[in-house]
């Protein structure tokens, strides 16, 4: 029943948990729906929204609101409309858990999703849920709105709050018909330094865990509400069923950052993805002329481009990139060629990135590129692929002598694959970058230098020697006859 399998039943299962948000019977449900959400895909950005989750000694709270619809994420005064009932008809004393992060992908990733529930982050949190009378959960609230949940309380209480932990709340001695304020701040990423994300995750449960525990002994009835500051970052490679942590840019399960500006920009063939690109500035330039910057009309939602010239096949692959009225330039189009050959050194095939042909208007500017490549199975990223020495020069004009109207390319954390593509996420990338870099080697040399000079003045204190022989005031002198 953890497992939400592929294709309609997928589909099936993530409408019916949406059906069931707000929900007031058994609250493993809750944590089920809460599981089945993160597995689905969102209709919305994950990266700006949290979710929220709130449950209650009271039964009679939660289940009147009509569900949110799938994807659609929550404002502040949304949010507010669903918590308002708890706030007027609940316990007075209220309980809020703030993690500085958090992301329905948090539960998906360490909640025991697959089946593994023995290896779940959130044991305490899904017993909380299991017993309580009625519960709420939000996946997906815009992070903005909940940052004025702190607020928003505090005027519905009517006290400031207090910030316990499980330590202090100990001291504590709840009143339930005087309105309490209770806020336990979650640490996550001032944690993930020292500890990895499952790990500060379930440091975070159990911290709620020992904060329920003191509240159910005390028999006070109460509200709890979890949900982020902000939302977290998650990376799938810090999980055990997907292996360890690796440098995969833009694969999938690769790190999510919150923001990230745009998707790749893929090119389809017989209906499939086979060639991918991503970058995060696409421009420009010829002499005297300001830069023409093509991102937003390449990497929208929308974009502008056109890759009906482009191609891809087995052994070879040509992406391009068509604009039309282009402004202060006109019609514009950008070609990547690239090869697919095989090596038997290697023992493997790779691709290559032949050449760069930029035409706008009637002047045509190519570039022949001798260090773009990769394994086959893989993607190429690099910081920069331009044909300004000052960025790496990865672009050589075809041309001994560039005409006065040639114009310079500038691709800004660039990352391409044209062969081995599987859907719209990128394999592991090959980056340019060199293993060791320049900082590397000043270090190494440096290092080695101070450990010549510390062995070299060890030697010296070591060789030292020391008079053998000393002269006794109450004996004979020492004579040492001139010959020696």
């Known amino acids: 029943a953890w497992w939400v399998g592929a294709g309609a039943g997928r589909r099936h299962v993530t409408e019916r948990a949406a059906a069931l948000t707000v929900t007031t019977t058994m609250a493993a449900s809750v944590w089920l729906l809460l599981l089945a959400l993160g597995s689905a895909p969102s209709g919305g950005r994950g990266t700006d929204q949290v979710p929220l989750l709130a449950w209650s000694t009271d039964g009679t709270l939660f289940g009147s609101q009509a569900a949110p619809s799938e994807g659609h994420v929550l404002s502040g005064l949304q949010m507010a409309a669903y918590l308002n009932p708890a706030l007027a008809k609940g316990p007075k004393t209220i309980v809020l858990f703030l993690q500085d992060k958090l992301s329905v992908d948090d539960f998906t990733a360490y909640g025991g999703v697959y089946g593994n529930r023995q290896d779940s982050a959130f044991p305490s949190l899904q017993a909380a849920l299991d017993s309580s009378a009625s519960s709420l959960v939000l996946p997906a609230v815009d992070w903005r709105a909940a940052t004025t949940l702190l607020p928003t309380l505090q005027v519905a209480v009517g006290a400031g709050p207090l910030y316990v932990d499980q330590l202090t709340i100990r001291e504590l001695r709840l009143n339930a018909s005087v309105p309490s304020l209770l806020v336990v701040n979650l640490p996550y990423t001032s944690t993930s330094i020292l500890l990895r994300p499952k790990e500060a995750l379930t440091a975070n449960d159990n911290i709620m865990g020992k904060v329920l525990e003191v509240l159910k002994r005390e028999g006070v009835p109460f509200t709890a509400v979890l949900t982020g500051s902000r939302p977290s970052r998650v990376s799938v490679g810090d999980t055990d069923q997907w292996g360890g942590p690796a440098r995969r840019l833009l694969e999938v399960g ?231």
């Open 254 to 484: 690769a790190e999510v950052e919150a923001g990230a500006p745009h998707p790749p920009l893929a090119f389809n063939e017989s209906g499939r993805p086979c060639i991918l690109l991503w970058a995060s500035s696409l421009g420009l330039s010829q002499a005297g002329n300001p830069r023409t910057d093509l991102t937003n009309l390449t990497f929208s939602p929308q974009p502008s481009v056109s890759l009906a010239d482009s191609h891809c096949n087995n052994h070879s692959a040509q992406l391009v990139l068509s604009y039309s009225n282009v402004e202060k330039v006109g019609d514009v189009k950008i070609t990547f060629k690239m090869t697919n050959r095989w090596y038997a050194v290697s023992g493997r095939s790779w691709f290559t990135l032949d050449q760069v042909e930029v035409q706008a208007g009637a002047d045509v500017t190519a570039f022949n590129v001798t260090e773009v490549y990769a394994p086959s199975a893989y993607s190429f990223s690099c910081y920069s692929l331009s044909d300004q020495p000052r960025s790496g020069a990865l672009l050589r004009p075809s041309a001994a002598a560039p005409s006065p109207t040639a114009w310079s390319l500038h691709v800004t954390d660039i990352q391409i694959q044209a062969f081995g593509v599987k859907g719209v996420s990128f394999s592991y990338a090959s980056d340019c970058a060199s293993f060791f870099t320049p900082a590397i080697w000043m270090g190494l040399l440096t290092s080695l230098l101070m450990l010549f000079i510390l062995t070299y003045g060890l030697h010296m204190v070591t060789s030292l020697k020391t008079m053998d022989r000393f002269d006794d005031p109450k004996g004979p002198s020492i004579s040492v006859p001139q010959t020696e």
